[in-house]
């Protein structure tokens, strides 16, 4: 099932902010999930890291 994954780069006291939003139709089962499941919980810690090396590769730096 297709979703759309989205970034938002605002520029902030020199840096760059990074904004990522994922949306898409949910069926009956994802809802249901969704219920007992937090995604953020999943995949939080990833998609955290994950802008973290983004920043780092944008800046130069070795990544984690």
Same mark, same amino acid.
């Given at each position: 099932? +297709?979703?759309?994954?989205?970034?938002?780069?605002? +520029?902030?006291?020199?840096?760059?902010?990074?904004?990522?939003?994922?949306?898409?139709?949910?069926?009956?089962?994802?809802?249901?999930?969704?219920?007992?499941?937090?995604?953020?919980?999943?995949?939080?810690?990833?998609?955290?890291?994950?802008? @973290?090396?983004?920043? @780092?590769? @944008?800046?130069?730096? +070795?990544?984690?």
């Amino acid at each position: 099932m +297709p979703g759309t994954v989205e970034f938002t780069f605002t +520029p902030e006291d020199g840096n760059s902010v990074v904004t990522l939003a994922m949306y898409g139709h949910r069926n009956f089962m994802m809802k249901a999930m969704s219920v007992v499941i937090s995604c953020n919980k999943m995949f939080g810690p990833k998609l955290e890291k994950s802008l @973290a090396d983004l920043g @780092a590769a @944008a800046s130069g730096a +070795p990544t984690r």
